[in-house]
């Protein structure tokens, strides 16, 4: 009797699991992965030379020039 009593509250909590993931993936998961299509598709940002930065507004005229692409 025991054992089928925490079978059924395992099943149960199965169920909820399943349809907490289901429900999850229809509202978010579908998103968060075509955002990392899109991102992929815009491509490696080119790399860095630091020794061409003088100074630090540079840096960060080149960081918001990498991440605008990520805006698109």
Avoid: A, C, H, R
């Avoid at 149960?12 to 968060?32: A, D, E, M, P």
């Avoid at 075509?34 to 030379?49: A, L, R, V």
Wanted: aromatic share 14%.
């Amino acid at each position: 009797m025991f054992l089928e009593i925490v079978l059924t509250i395992l099943v149960i909590v199965l169920v909820l699991i399943s349809v907490g993931i289901y429900f999850w993936w229809k509202n978010y998961g579908k998103k968060l992965f075509d955002m990392i299509e899109k991102i992929q598709t815009i491509g490696t940002p080119k790399k860095m030379d630091m020794s061409s930065l003088k100074s630090m507004d540079d840096l960060f005229k080149e960081m918001n020039g990498m991440f605008s692409k990520f805006k698109k």
